[in-house]
């Protein structure tokens, strides 16, 4: 068997903050695309891919450059030496990965010295001269990946030797061979879409929400749906790849991948990672047009960002009812002659009315403007960003020149004596100057943009002095329950409050904030969970526990007498106390999740699951379902609770407006469970005010004021009245039996 081994490489910087990366979509698409040409024929070639960035500790690992992101050495050695790859394809994007990159490649060479090294992606296109000349490297594959890799691998695999591979450099009995260029595949709908499977997707989705922040639904997936760009900006390096030649995907090629992950995966946003999403404006609009007839109710960013150039009004209102409710512009300049030497296609003059209509659309505006090109004083730059301020932009982006290797920037920074030949692979962010200007020190350079972003905010809340920008271009956004919440989100993201200490569990979950025990006093809600439910289907019985937290139910169920008792958690924190306070031979805790119940058929006589199924990712109801119900006994009972999708229940839970904390009605949660063959012997619905002003309290608490809820015992005793009384309208409790 002849094996490959794909691998995106971990990330070193200087700061001590874990990072974690998107899918790797040109990894993906590479496999995928691999593995529908291979099984035409008979070869036995497997391929594998790992991401050593999103792997790992969930805490950085000091080393001698920073601090790394991913897996150790040590892990990555035990993964080569159990795989044993004949091939290592690394992908090698950025220029401030290649150390990375060049160190897991010596990493590799060392653990698996006969195995072949390719290197890939934008960067390692660009400086394929450089790269091939490091020991480590054996070839590297150029702009367009699909057919170079499978082409090299077959010719591998059949020893054929490399020579006529289009698209690779390499090496051959210690010299250097370049190919020529491969060219570009003209109808990129041909590429199968990248097959998820391939890697553990479902970590991507949930580390999604430490990518994207403030989004409005969530789990959020990337996607492209073109390749390369057609303008020819200064400061980027994209035609280097691409070669100035913009390819798209179709809009029915584009809403079929976006309706695969929503039914696969329960995906509630995508974010386009496109350098040119906007290309052809017919083509977004039939997208977003499939998008509303479908009513897929997803919604959309481009963090990209889009150029002003090729977006209409027409284009925008489309748009916003598709799901687009944030858009960016890259405007990147802010005056005539910035405008010239950038070579940016933008109307400057054009600009306050394109983001007057998106902002009277509903739609939240944003944009990047890039600071510090070699020629610019201060004067040009103050120019710029009193430019910027006067578009009435709801937030601002300011980015300082960085001359990528590959654009016409670094040629001119080289020309001008800013920058030496190769010294710009140091990791900065697009917030921190390289170089400065021939008139700026990167300090200043750097001030000039923080202060710049820093004082927006105060300068934009003078335009809600005016009031035809209240009604016409602030309102609309704020217009409606889900706009509203959305909107709520935003601001208490900018609340700067006061972070706990850091225990020994530094990833705390919500209810551990406090460190709180499992014999804390039972509420409302926990009270008459108890009470809902049957003691005959306890006592004597196999009880499983789904999200057992604190473990406030396995010390009630041994009261109740249960034979055995496993609770399943899935945070360490709460696992960690539970086990701590609670020592009995009856009682089991384990890590694990409810969309993989680690457990045989038929295992349980009871399964409870109080307040879980809203936390699970969107669409996922019915496999944490099925999965109940495969590990329960013939005639078995399962408990569940869940907030009650009502308005009043709904708008005063923080959870569902900030985090996307689902609610269900009474039609959705019978739609679910008939459909897995269960049985509804009971339904209720509890909690009414009491409930609800004990939910703002809680979390204002915890989350503001960092201690524990105000007036506790006033607040349990109201709401376990509440619970214990007439029926209400803030929690759903259920009884359900396998028929």
């Given at each position: 068997?002849?094996?490959?081994?794909?691998?995106?490489?971990?990330?070193?910087?200087?700061?001590?903050?874990?990072?974690?990366?998107?899918?790797?979509?040109?990894?993906?698409?590479?496999?995928?695309?691999?593995?529908?040409?291979?099984?035409?024929?008979?070869?036995?070639?497997?391929?594998?891919?790992?991401?050593?960035?999103?792997?790992?500790?969930?805490?950085?690992?000091?080393?001698?450059?920073?601090?790394?992101?991913?897996?150790?050495?040590?892990?990555?050695?035990?993964?080569?030496?159990?795989?044993?790859?004949?091939?290592?394809?690394?992908?090698?994007?950025?220029?401030?990965l290649v150390h990375d990159v060049l160190e897991l490649s010596r990493l590799i060479k060392k653990t698996c010295?006969?195995?072949?090294?390719?290197?890939?992606?934008?960067?390692?296109?660009?400086?394929?001269?450089?790269?091939?000349?490091?020991?480590?490297?054996?070839?590297?594959?150029?702009?367009?990946?699909?057919?170079?890799?499978?082409?090299?691998?077959?010719?591998?695999?059949?020893?054929?030797?490399?020579?006529?591979?289009?698209?690779?450099?390499?090496?051959?009995?210690?010299?250097?061979?370049?190919?020529?260029?491969?060219?570009?595949?003209?109808?990129?709908?041909?590429?199968?879409?990248?097959?998820?499977?391939?890697?553990?997707?479902?970590?991507?989705?949930?580390?999604?929400?430490?990518?994207?922040?403030?989004?409005?639904?969530?789990?959020?997936?990337?996607?492209?749906?073109?390749?390369?760009?057609?303008?020819?900006?200064?400061?980027?390096?994209?035609?280097?790849?691409?070669?100035?030649?913009?390819?798209?995907?179709?809009?029915?090629?584009?809403?079929?991948?976006?309706?695969?992950?929503?039914?696969?995966?329960?995906?509630?946003?995508?974010?386009?990672?496109?350098?040119?999403?906007?290309?052809?404006?017919?083509?977004?609009?039939?997208?977003?047009?499939?998008?509303?007839?479908?009513?897929?109710?997803?919604?959309?960013?481009?963090?990209?960002?889009?150029?002003?150039?090729?977006?209409?009004?027409?284009?925008?209102?489309?748009?916003?009812?598709?799901?687009?409710?944030?858009?960016?512009?890259?405007?990147?300049?802010?005056?005539?002659?910035?405008?010239?030497?950038?070579?940016?296609?933008?109307?400057?003059?054009?600009?306050?009315?394109?983001?007057?209509?998106?902002?009277?659309?509903?739609?939240?505006?944003?944009?990047?403007?890039?600071?510090?090109?070699?020629?610019?004083?201060?004067?040009?730059?103050?120019?710029?960003?009193?430019?910027?301020?006067?578009?009435?932009?709801?937030?601002?982006?300011?980015?300082?020149?960085?001359?990528?290797?590959?654009?016409?920037?670094?040629?001119?920074?080289?020309?001008?004596?800013?920058?030496?030949?190769?010294?710009?692979?140091?990791?900065?962010?697009?917030?921190?100057?390289?170089?400065?200007?021939?008139?700026?020190?990167?300090?200043?350079?750097?001030?000039?943009?923080?202060?710049?972003?820093?004082?927006?905010?105060?300068?934009?809340?003078?335009?809600?002095?005016?009031?035809?920008?209240?009604?016409?271009?602030?309102?609309?956004?704020?217009?409606?329950?889900?706009?509203?919440?959305?909107?709520?989100?935003?601001?208490?993201?900018?609340?700067?409050?006061?972070?706990?200490?850091?225990?020994?569990?530094?990833?705390?979950?919500?209810?551990?904030?406090?460190?709180?025990?499992?014999?804390?006093?039972?509420?409302?809600?926990?009270?008459?969970?108890?009470?809902?439910?049957?003691?005959?289907?306890?006592?004597?019985?196999?009880?499983?526990?789904?999200?057992?937290?604190?473990?406030?139910?396995?010390?009630?169920?041994?009261?109740?007498?249960?034979?055995?008792?496993?609770?399943?958690?899935?945070?360490?924190?709460?696992?960690?106390?539970?086990?701590?306070?609670?020592?009995?031979?009856?009682?089991?805790?384990?890590?694990?999740?409810?969309?993989?119940?680690?457990?045989?058929?038929?295992?349980?006589?009871?399964?409870?699951?109080?307040?879980?199924?809203?936390?699970?990712?969107?669409?996922?109801?019915?496999?944490?379902?099925?999965?109940?119900?495969?590990?329960?006994?013939?005639?078995?009972?399962?408990?569940?609770?869940?907030?009650?999708?009502?308005?009043?229940?709904?708008?005063?839970?923080?959870?569902?407006?900030?985090?996307?904390?689902?609610?269900?009605?009474?039609?959705?949660?019978?739609?679910?469970?008939?459909?897995?063959?269960?049985?509804?012997?009971?339904?209720?619905?509890?909690?009414?005010?009491?409930?609800?002003?004990?939910?703002?309290?809680?979390?204002?608490?915890?989350?503001?004021?960092?201690?524990?809820?105000?007036?506790?015992?006033?607040?349990?005793?109201?709401?376990?009245?509440?619970?214990?009384?007439?029926?209400?309208?803030?929690?759903?409790?259920?009884?359900?039996?396998?028929?």
């Amino acid at each position: 068997m002849y094996k490959i081994l794909l691998l995106y490489p971990y990330f070193t910087q200087k700061t001590n903050q874990r990072v974690y990366s998107v899918e790797p979509l040109g990894l993906l698409s590479i496999a995928t695309y691999f593995k529908r040409e291979v099984n035409k024929n008979s070869y036995r070639i497997e391929i594998k891919i790992i991401d050593a960035q999103l792997d790992g500790s969930e805490k950085c690992i000091k080393v001698k450059r920073g601090y790394r992101s991913g897996l150790s050495n040590q892990e990555i050695e035990n993964l080569l030496t159990k795989y044993q790859p004949n091939l290592v394809g690394i992908t090698n994007n950025y220029t401030n990965l290649v150390h990375d990159v060049l160190e897991l490649s010596r990493l590799i060479k060392k653990t698996c010295p006969s195995s072949m090294i390719v290197l890939g992606g934008a960067h390692a296109t660009i400086d394929h001269h450089n790269l091939i000349k490091s020991k480590q490297i054996d070839a590297v594959a150029r702009s367009e990946g699909e057919e170079t890799f499978k082409e090299m691998v077959l010719s591998l695999y059949d020893n054929l030797g490399l020579e006529r591979v289009l698209g690779l450099t390499y090496k051959k009995d210690g010299k250097i061979f370049i190919n020529e260029d491969r060219p570009l595949i003209e109808d990129i709908n041909t590429l199968p879409i990248p097959d998820r499977s391939l890697v553990n997707y479902q970590k991507y989705l949930e580390k999604s929400l430490n990518v994207f922040y403030n989004t409005m639904n969530r789990p959020v997936a990337t996607l492209f749906t073109t390749r390369g760009c057609f303008f020819q900006c200064i400061f980027c390096s994209s035609h280097k790849v691409w070669r100035n030649k913009w390819r798209p995907r179709s809009a029915e090629n584009m809403f079929k991948e976006v309706e695969y992950l929503k039914s696969t995966y329960g995906v509630g946003e995508i974010a386009f990672e496109d350098d040119q999403l906007m290309g052809n404006k017919d083509r977004i609009k039939k997208f977003c047009r499939l998008i509303i007839k479908k009513k897929l109710n997803m919604s959309f960013i481009a963090p990209a960002g889009i150029s002003p150039a090729l977006i209409d009004e027409e284009t925008m209102t489309l748009m916003q009812r598709a799901g687009f409710y944030r858009l960016c512009f890259s405007i990147d300049v802010g005056t005539k002659s910035t405008q010239a030497y950038v070579k940016k296609p933008v109307q400057l003059e054009k600009m306050r009315d394109l983001v007057k209509q998106a902002n009277s659309k509903g739609i939240w505006t944003y944009a990047t403007f890039v600071l510090g090109f070699p020629d610019e004083k201060i004067k040009d730059i103050k120019e710029t960003i009193e430019f910027a301020y006067s578009l009435k932009l709801d937030f601002l982006i300011f980015y300082l020149a960085q001359p990528h290797l590959g654009s016409e920037l670094y040629d001119i920074y080289l020309k001008s004596g800013l920058i030496k030949e190769g010294n710009v692979s140091e990791h900065k962010r697009m917030n921190q100057s390289l170089f400065g200007t021939k008139y700026i020190s990167s300090a200043k350079l750097e001030v000039l943009g923080s202060s710049a972003e820093q004082g927006y905010l105060k300068y934009h809340l003078r335009h809600f002095l005016n009031p035809a920008y209240i009604l016409y271009e602030f309102t609309p956004k704020i217009f409606g329950l889900k706009k509203l919440a959305y909107f709520s989100k935003l601001v208490l993201s900018m609340v700067k409050i006061k972070k706990p200490k850091r225990n020994k569990a530094k990833n705390l979950v919500m209810r551990n904030i406090l460190k709180e025990k499992n014999l804390a006093k039972l509420e409302g809600r926990t009270k008459y969970s108890l009470h809902f439910i049957n003691q005959d289907d306890i006592a004597s019985k196999e009880i499983l526990d789904i999200g057992s937290g604190f473990g406030w139910f396995e010390r009630e169920a041994l009261a109740l007498n249960v034979k055995k008792i496993i609770g399943l958690e899935v945070s360490k924190d709460n696992l960690a106390i539970s086990r701590k306070y609670i020592f009995n031979k009856r009682v089991i805790f384990k890590r694990g999740t409810a969309l993989s119940l680690p457990f045989p058929d038929k295992s349980f006589d009871t399964i409870v699951a109080w307040e879980v199924i809203e936390h699970l990712p969107k669409g996922k109801e019915k496999k944490m379902l099925q999965e109940i119900y495969r590990v329960l006994k013939d005639s078995g009972i399962l408990y569940l609770s869940t907030p009650n999708k009502t308005f009043w229940a709904n708008i005063f839970d923080p959870a569902w407006w900030l985090i996307g904390h689902r609610h269900y009605s009474k039609k959705k949660l019978y739609k679910y469970t008939n459909n897995i063959s269960f049985e509804i012997l009971d339904f209720k619905i509890k909690g009414r005010w009491w409930a609800i002003f004990s939910i703002l309290n809680m979390y204002f608490s915890k989350w503001v004021l960092r201690r524990k809820p105000l007036f506790e015992n006033f607040f349990c005793k109201k709401e376990i009245n509440e619970y214990m009384g007439r029926n209400g309208f803030v929690n759903v409790f259920i009884k359900l039996k396998k028929k």
